[in-house]
């Protein structure tokens, strides 16, 4: 069985990137512009406000930490590191001619000893590590809550972790008590309460207690996932649910695991999506896809990028030579103010020309096509010259609004062209083509 793809995604902070001209690394914004300098030989993505970069130094690599204004939080002086999950990161040092791991905090203070052969990022509160070739896992305290003991070990989740000994499989928890017996061929992780594993060379789904679930005819089955595992037979995929009903027939050369409701999907080398009933919402046809993010899924068919929607229409006509996945970056506070209160008049109310299907990109001097419609009774338009100051989840500048209503006998369209006064509060955010809108719900327009 085959994942597929990973698609244009652009964060809602920094990227690394590589200046191909001088080999370096840096950061950059979605709209590319330099923010943090391009001075390093490596850099990776950020990770709890921290991103792992390191320079070459005297045949030795030298990692450390910068934060999000470039400023190095932890000193580049690490053999290796590993991202920052749940507050540490494991972190390497040389030392009596080989590297040992441990963990650090945030500002660089050890905080687990460096002494294991490799340590991992933290799950559930534990992570694994390795001594002399057996693995373990230790708290955030350092307590070896599970000795190093094991051939492999996987993440904890869902309370449990697959461990394998001599070649067999069981699952402990988070005591490290040994909950169902390492008898199994092969194990995967307990999703929807339920676990894929090979007994005496046959699939099967278990429960926590160890009970067999469903007895599965097949090659492979991957985990559940959103209620459905895929399955193959004959060099075929297709899914079954979580009663063993083969709801997507093996027509399938790929997939990828369901999310919000749908799956890729590819036969030959064209992609397209099922729903849970095994219904093509669209042609087996785009030469890549996106998953589904906040409704919308990225698609590219003959080298350009659109969005269709849930039904399967292109909502977005495939002409982009890039597009971001939508998302919804700022979540919703117990205070949300109105439009107004960021650089709107006295009364609380904004102002700003309404424009059909256009959108700014900062830093040129020009508009560039963007997209409107109606998705039944949300209507959506851009507005130009508002807010001085609009702040997103990361507290950055923005100038560019979007405006979305769904207030009855309201139409953006009667506005299209004309000065506006309005009140709203935040609805949502997206990136495309490189492009941030801060988006509203217009609560109401005098």
Not at 9 to 33: A, I, M, R
Request: a negative charge; one cysteine or more.
């Amino acid at each position: 069985m085959s994942f597929l793809l990973n698609g244009y995604s652009y964060g809602q902070g920094l990227t690394p990137e590589n200046d191909l001209e001088t080999g370096k690394w840096g950061f950059v914004d979605y709209l590319d512009n330099e923010i943090i300098p391009f001075k390093y030989d490596g850099a990776h993505d950020f990770s709890e406000g921290l991103a792992s970069v390191y320079v070459y130094r005297r045949n030795n690599y030298c990692w450390g930490f910068v934060d999000k204004t470039g400023k190095e939080i932890i000193t580049l002086k690490y053999g290796n590191v590993r991202n920052f999950s749940e507050g540490l990161a494991a972190a390497s040092i040389h030392k009596q001619n080989k590297y040992i791991w441990g963990f650090i905090n945030k500002v660089g203070k050890e905080s687990i000893p460096f002494k294991y052969d490799l340590a991992f990022d933290f799950s559930e509160g534990l992570a694994a590590v390795q001594l002399n070739g057996k693995y373990g896992f230790v708290d955030k305290e350092g307590n070896e809550v599970v000795p190093p003991k094991y051939d492999m070990v996987s993440d904890f989740l869902n309370g449990m972790a697959v461990v394998r000994l001599n070649d067999k499989r069981g699952f402990i928890d988070k005591t490290g008590a040994e909950v169902l017996p390492l008898i199994y061929d092969l194990a995967g992780p307990f999703t929807d309460n339920l676990a894929v594993v090979v007994l005496d060379g046959i699939w099967v789904c278990i429960d926590k207690t160890g009970n067999e679930v469903l007895s599965l005819a097949y090659e492979g089955v991957d985990v559940f996932w959103d209620g459905m595992a895929a399955v193959m037979q004959d060099e075929k995929c297709g899914f079954i649910d979580t009663k063993g009903n083969e709801v997507v027939p093996l027509l399938y050369d790929g997939f990828n695991r369901f999310n919000e409701d749908f799956a890729v999907v590819r036969l030959d080398d064209k992609y397209g999506f099922v729903d849970k009933t095994g219904k093509e919402i669209t042609e087996i046809k785009y030469d890549e896809v996106n998953d589904f993010s906040e409704g919308m899924a990225a698609v590219m068919l003959d080298g350009k990028w659109g969005f269709i929607d849930k039904t399967g229409k292109e909502v977005v006509a495939t002409k982009y030579d890039e597009v971001g996945d939508f998302c919804n970056p700022a979540p919703e506070t117990e205070s949300a103010e109105p439009v107004g209160g960021a650089g709107g008049g006295a009364d609380g109310y904004t102002t700003g020309l309404v424009c059909e299907g256009e959108f700014y990109h900062d830093g040129q001097d020009e508009w560039i096509t963007y997209y409107y419609t109606d998705i039944g009774e949300e209507q959506y338009a851009i507005l130009k010259g508002a807010l001085d100051e609009v702040y997103d989840s990361d507290q950055e500048v923005r100038t560019e609004i979007q405006l979305y209503t769904t207030v009855e006998g309201l139409s953006l369209e009667d506005y299209v062209g004309e000065e506006i006064s309005f009140k709203g509060e935040f609805f949502e955010a997206h990136t495309i083509h490189h492009q941030r809108g801060i988006v509203f719900e217009i609560k109401e327009i005098k």
